[in-house]
């Protein structure tokens, strides 16, 4: 599997951006996805997840790290391949590269980041005040 990271840049606080999340080989539906975030010096960081979705073409079951909900969302097409993080309101501590990636254990934690293999190479999003 393949996953290509795009959509990032710069935004002014309070701001809006799409990413999008484009992945190769294997059955899209199939996958459980999410989206990481690290910033200069901190640690890889939970951002949010959404399960494998079978024959539906956009469903399934959502998870927001505590410092994101109810600002991102994660939707998911499967008719495109693609899994993408609406982001609103945002503040400069979102900050960060951002990393889309296929959960591959769900044995660990969903917030984990050794729960998911295949990573993306990350987008860059900054926030300015």
């Known amino acids: 599997v393949q996953l290509q990271a795009s959509g990032g840049g710069l935004v002014q606080a309070g701001g809006s951006l799409r990413l999008s999340c484009a992945a190769s080989?294997?059955?899209?539906?199939?996958?459980?996805m999410g989206w990481f975030r690290q910033a200069p010096g901190k640690e890889r960081e939970f951002v949010a997840a959404?399960?494998?979705?079978?024959?539906?073409?956009?469903?399934?079951?959502?998870y927001y790290g505590d410092s994101v909900k109810g600002r991102f969302t994660i939707p998911r097409d499967n008719a495109k391949n693609t899994v993408y993080l609406q982001m609103n309101s945002l503040k400069p501590e979102d900050t960060a590269v951002y990393y889309c990636a296929v959960r591959s254990s769900f044995i660990v934690a969903v917030t984990a980041t050794r729960a998911y293999d295949y990573w993306g190479r990350g987008t860059q999003v900054t926030v300015s005040s």
């Open positions: 959404i399960s494998r979705s079978g024959i539906s073409r956009s469903g399934g079951s959502t």
């Open positions: 080989g294997g059955t899209f539906s199939s996958y459980a």
